[in-house]
């Protein structure tokens, strides 16, 4: 059972003292029920102008707290382990929010203590005009993209990106009547991607298709991954418009949201999506059941260290597939084409460091790797213990 904790409940206003003992007694009275539960609770989520710093590391301290955004399994529901999830990779977030300046003291506590784990929140309708300065939505820490409806109120899309992301606004890729947001985002050791931030309104012609897929064919004659999110208004639950399904087929698009999204008093929908050109590199997706409107959040971790791994791979089945020491080293500098002279300028061998020319050259050419890779041309026979033990450094 995850407790959430109301803002107004964990004022700095209580004394501390007062707020443990009325949160142990709901602990002791829930443990009554269940004595088997398995009880965390969510991080706080002040309403406006609610300071809760007093009480929040005391909350730490009396029990374990999930973060909503990541997903756990019952038995990872702590910070612990939830540090260890985040190293997987770069978490994005999308939220339908429904007016952002009525919430944003909400909505920036959610970002600020979950800062580790939050790369990227797109929001959706956030009602913002160009009057409305970026100081106003400011969250420290991450830099702000924004694109505001013109003309009639309503709509809007705004995207945090943490600070230490290179990030680029692809405003060219963008038709002005459309509320699409792309972004370029360069995450460590992996090539960039297009994520893109989408809000397509309520009872919007089917011309809206067109103009969407023009956008998303030129951004995808870039040769990039891309990611698609946002609300879309436009049910997979129901599967009511065979265009935007024949859209998705077209372009070969996997839709990573399954459970309901917005969730009203008498009806369930599925409007909030998520798209993405290659599903291999997203580790997982998930819905968390908070909001901070009638929308849940769509979240989403993206693999990284994607280019890093595919070498390794494309080293190892070189290895495993060369003949002869000269094959191999054309496989090694295969690694690295941009450089027309990639000769090591240092090599690690059997726990030490060669620096000498011809020790390396002799290291890479030695006849008994030679041999060892051509025995009965088998690969099954070889061993490459020798070959495991090199790190070349440029």
Request: aromatic letters at 8%; a neutral charge; proline letters at 4%.
């Amino acid at each position: 059972m995850i407790v959430v904790v109301g803002g107004n409940d964990a004022s700095s206003k209580i004394q501390p003292e007062a707020f443990k003992m009325t949160y142990e007694f709901v602990m002791k009275t829930v443990k009554s029920i269940n004595p088997n539960i398995d009880i965390a609770v969510s991080e706080i989520c002040p309403r406006r102008n609610v300071n809760t710093d007093g009480t929040i590391q005391l909350l730490r301290n009396i029990n374990k707290v999930v973060n909503i955004f990541i997903r756990t399994n019952s038995s990872q529901s702590n910070n612990e382990n939830n540090e260890k999830h985040e190293c997987k990779g770069c978490n994005a977030v999308c939220l339908n929010v429904r007016h952002i300046l009525s919430k944003f003291d909400e909505l920036k506590n959610i970002i600020t203590i979950n800062n580790r784990y939050l790369d990227l929140f797109g929001l959706v309708e956030t009602f913002l005009k160009p009057d409305i300065n970026n100081e106003q939505c400011k969250v420290p820490g991450y830099k702000i993209f924004r694109k505001d409806r013109q003309s009639k109120d309503g709509g809007g899309l705004l995207v945090y990106v943490k600070d230490s992301i290179a990030v680029k606004n692809m405003s060219d890729l963008s038709i002005n009547t459309l509320e699409t947001l792309w972004l370029e985002v360069e995450l460590p050791k992996s090539k960039p991607l297009f994520i893109c931030t989408v809000y397509r309104p309520p009872n919007s012609p089917q011309s809206w298709i067109d103009l969407f897929e023009a956008e998303f064919d030129t951004a995808l004659s870039e040769n990039k991954d891309i990611i698609l999110m946002g609300d879309f208004n436009i049910d997979l639950i129901k599967i009511d418009n065979k265009k935007w399904m024949n859209f998705i087929n077209h372009f070969n698009l996997q839709q990573l949201i399954c459970p309901a999204k917005r969730i009203c008093d008498n009806s369930e929908t599925l409007i909030d999506h998520i798209y993405t050109t290659n599903p291999e590199n997203i580790a997982h997706c998930h819905v968390p059941s908070y909001a901070l409107s009638d929308h849940y959040p769509i979240c989403l971790d993206r693999k990284i260290n994607i280019i890093f791994n595919a070498k390794k791979e494309y080293y190892q089945n070189a290895v495993s597939s060369s003949k002869n020491s000269k094959e191999l080293w054309n496989h090694i500098k295969e690694l690295n084409p941009k450089m027309d002279n990639i000769f090591p300028c240092k090599m690690q061998y059997e726990n030490q460091t060669v620096y000498n020319p011809q020790d390396i050259v002799n290291i890479l050419n030695v006849s008994s790797v030679a041999e060892k890779l051509n025995i009965g041309n088998n690969t099954s026979d070889m061993d490459f213990s020798m070959l495991q033990n090199l790190q070349i450094k440029n």
